[in-house]
């Protein structure tokens, strides 16, 4: 089974680590492995399982939610450092203000829902998925049937 990370903070930040990560796995290949050092895996908790595909999207999007938020907050605290107008900058500051309150709020729902929250980073492991084909409504009746039929052989084998 293959483990799939999601670093939640800072998804550019992290597309970037990864290709450096990658950069520096092809260097590692070439140390010879007694100067190599043995690499610890971190261990990890378990927060929440997600029971279904609904479950999933929720999850995914309230973690949009957050991380949206919180790139805004980031986004007007340097307009806030570059901005010279007083009057402009006691604007940002209200804005910045109102979407902080907000994401605060998010957050705590965050970890009272998932134990999910801003200030760290996770690992997701797919542990089942299901994948759909589109078809007629005439292969679909094919597939159903076909499939009904080796559920009966494998039943009557059992």
């Given at each position: 089974m293959k483990r799939t990370i999601l670093t939640f903070l800072a998804l550019g930040a992290s597309l970037v680590t990864a290709g450096?990560?990658?950069g520096q796995t092809n260097k590692a290949a070439s140390v010879p492995a007694a100067t190599a050092p043995a690499a610890?895996?971190?261990p990890l908790f378990k927060v929440?399982?997600?029971?279904d595909a609904a479950a999933v999207r929720e999850?995914?999007?309230?973690?949009?939610?957050?991380q949206s938020q919180r790139q805004a907050v980031i986004e007007l605290l340097s307009a806030i450092d570059k901005e010279k107008d007083a009057k402009q900058k006691a604007e940002y500051e209200k804005k910045k203000d109102e979407i902080l309150a907000r994401l605060q709020q998010n957050n705590e729902?965050?970890?009272?829902?998932?134990g999910f929250s801003l200030e760290r980073n996770y690992t997701m492991e797919i542990e089942r998925a299901s994948i759909y084909?589109?078809?007629t409504e005439e292969e679909a009746a094919k597939l159903e049937a076909e499939q009904k039929a080796k559920d009966s052989k494998d039943g009557k084998k059992k």
């Open positions: 450096y990560l990658i610890k895996p971190q929440v399982s997600l029971q999850f995914q999007r309230n973690v949009q939610l957050v729902a965050m970890v009272k829902n998932y084909m589109l078809v």
